[in-house]
């Protein structure tokens, strides 16, 4: 009897102690240049719960001549989500609002900077995600790879 409410009580710990593990917040950052370049080919989101991902355009040029957005979607979306930001012209920044789109910041301007937090709840382990900018003519350069 008393092994029973001493195994019971250490389950109990174990699925506290799970759930506490289970939520994680990532800050996560990533710089795009005048030089129509993201710093980083790849981004880690593994087993975050949360994301915090900060943007910042390190460059001088102005968002009309080099904006940068970053989107998040599955790899097999990206190419409509690109056409859409085309479509949403320069008055929404190149940013389409696809409900596909699984997060984005807006568009930046050189000295620029946007850290938006997301959920990552409908995304899958192991799925096949990609980030890349939308505007105009960016994609080719401004792409990679968002492991999770
Ligand atoms: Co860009």
Redesign the pocket.
Known sequence: MKLVSKMICSAVLFVGAASAASAKTCDLSIE?SDA?QFNKKELDGTGCTEVKLTLKHSGKLPKAA????WILSATADKAKIVDAGTKAGPANGYTPTAPAIIARTK?LGGGESETITFKTDKMKKGGDYVFF???PG?VS??SGKFKF
């Open positions: 795009g129509m080099m904006g940068h957005n568009l900018c939308t505007f960016h350069m401004m």
